[in-house]
């Protein structure tokens, strides 16, 4: 009987556990029937999981609060799980506040530029002329004999014996005669010996002999057998090929004389410049040895190309009647001049310079900041930059700590793009390998050190001045340093700016920021 009971009692437990999982099959069936958005809902909270970064290494990520390994800071929210939405960067206002971030706004202003260069003083090359010999010969003197000298209009410059000048008087002299003689008889005669008159002068003037001197020859008959050789125009003598007794032959050189009464100012400018210098642009000029003296000069000629140093040359004309200016002197030019209407302008320092790309990084309101590609224009010397496009004025703009902020979107878009190639295998090994309760994983373990400050000390309590942020061995006994919570160690002040990495036993200042040093309290957030 006693054996029946239990058979039958056996028998009425089973009846009831397998009502109960009825039950349950039809409550869950009828809760997916009825419910049909609970299974995307459950989906969706799974793909945005809550993740926590650390703000000052965001490639620390992790699905749990915590404590930054590397730094110690707490972890805070990130948004999205793995990187910003749209390309925002959102950080926790103290952050703000301890990362130094300043914002302006652009505006428009009135672009002007003072345009400070160096260059040199050449000759004018339109003012360079060459003084040849028109008439085979030989020199017989020299009047200047040495380059650099400054010579006058007409000044001789030297004494030519020539054969040919000889004949050529001789045949003047004779057409001269003729023509007297022939005075008295027919019109026909008399017109060809003027003809043979006018090609004997003629031939003396090609050889640059004067009416005066040609005058002179019919008056006294005497033969030259030399001929002077005359500057054409003030200048200097910057070329002397020849010396006494040559030989020269007809269209030889002899001189090559330079008016300096206006001469060039050659510099280079940056391409940035290019745009606030013009032809016909007014400009100063002055030189170290004339200290005080400022010379007006004008823009002549802008390069339409530019250099291997990324420079153009530009040459000013300026007027110099006293010779004060010579050339290869050394000159300072400088140039103001302002931009046709307002521009709109950014200081320069907000502008990261990537090489590809410029980027700036727009704040919003809510502590969001967002990069942005932006082309710029002309730059005001180390102050301001021109904003073509990219952004509209009154936009804030970081114009300190930005470069963190790259740092920060950069490791963004990596982490985002690492996440996006792993994130179905990673899910699949979650799911099929997962660890024994028992085994604690590289993952259980860094997130078990997330909990901990990052302070390192010695074990042994006569060490425990030994403070480090991170892992290490002591440098008294050799024993591996721990983390300063597994300790007794009450005594420990750690900067609050976690980049200084500065800890001590003693309370006091950063002595890399300036902060008071906090003290470090187990079991209290380190942040």
Known sequence: MRLLAKVMEANEMKTATAIIIALLIGFGSSFVIFNPNQTSTLSGETRSKQQYTCGMHPEIISDEPGYCTICGMKLTLKKDGYGSSGGLIVIDPTMIQNMGLKTTKASYRSISKSIHTFGKIKYSVPLVQTVNIKISGWVEKLFVDYEGAIVKSGQPLLKLYSPELVAAQREYLVALENKRKLSTTTISAISASDK????????????????????????????????????????????????????????????????????????QIYEQDIPFVSLGQKAKVELPYMPG???????????????????????????????????????????????????????????????????????????????????????????????????????????????????????????????QQGHESDTHQKQTNLPDHDDETDTVKKHKTMELSGIYTCPMPEHYHILQYGEGKCDECGMDLVPVEKTDNTEVYFCPMVECQVVSTEPGNCPKCGMHLIILKHGQDHD
């Open 293 to 419: 003296q400022v010379f007006k000069a004008e823009v002549a000629y802008i390069s339409p190309y530019l250099g291997n140093d990324r420079q153009v040359e530009i040459r000013l004309n300026l007027q110099n009647p006293d010779f004060q200016l010579k050339p290869d002197m050394y000159a300072e030019i400088i140039f103001e001049s302002q931009m046709l209407g307002d521009r709109l302008t950014l200081p320069l320092k907000a502008v990261i310079n990537s090489g590809k790309k410029e980027i700036v990084y727009v704040a919003f309101d809510d502590g969001s900041f967002e990069p942005r590609i932006v082309r710029t224009g002309a730059v005001v010397g180390d102050d301001f930059v021109e904003i073509i496009s990219g952004l509209s004025e009154g936009e804030g703009v970081v114009v300190s700590g930005q470069f963190l902020l790259d740092s920060e979107s950069r490791l963004n878009e990596t982490l985002t793009f690492t996440h």
């Open 196 to 267: 043979l008159l006018e090609a004997s002068i003629m031939r003396l003037q090609n050889w640059d002999i004067s009416p005066d001197q040609i005058q002179n020859l019919a008056v006294t008959g005497k033969l030259e057998k030399s001929m002077i050789i005359r500057s054409p125009f003030d200048g200097v003598v910057i070329s002397k090929k020849i010396v006494t007794g040559d030989y020269l032959k007809a269209g030889a050189e002899a001189f090559r004389i330079a008016d300096i009464s206006e001469v060039w100012a050659v510099a």
